[in-house]
């Protein structure tokens, strides 16, 4: 959940993942006070589709040699990899036809 910091109107005007200073009170992740920070469901689906964007792009990338899996600090390679693993389960999960596209 995170913890927010109030302007004098009471309005959340940041975001934080630990309490510190200025910003103790914690809200759950939904409340309405998070929303005008949090964007609406479309930047979200927009985020997301970016997401895969960029995915695909570090896929091109690497494919032509361009960059190395471990160019990438260690996080972004753990995140990137953790993505991928993820898609590829979810697409054999789907995988309704079988590997002859024969019902």
Not at 22 to 34: K, R, S
Request: hydrophobic share 40%; no cysteine.
């Amino acid at each position: 959940m995170p913890y927010v910091q109030r302007d004098f109107a009471g309005q959340v005007v940041a975001l934080f993942s630990t309490a510190g200073p200025g910003h103790q009170e914690e809200l759950p992740t939904g409340h309405p006070d998070l929303a005008s920070l949090t964007g609406s469901g479309e930047f979200t689906r927009l985020d997301a589709e970016l997401i895969r964007v960029i995915e695909d792009v570090v896929d091109v990338l690497i494919d032509r040699g361009l960059l190395r899996l471990t160019d990438l600090p260690a996080e972004a390679q753990r995140k990137l990899m953790t993505r991928k693993g993820a898609r590829a389960r979810l697409r054999h999960g789907l995988d309704l036809l079988g590997p002859d596209d024969v019902i």
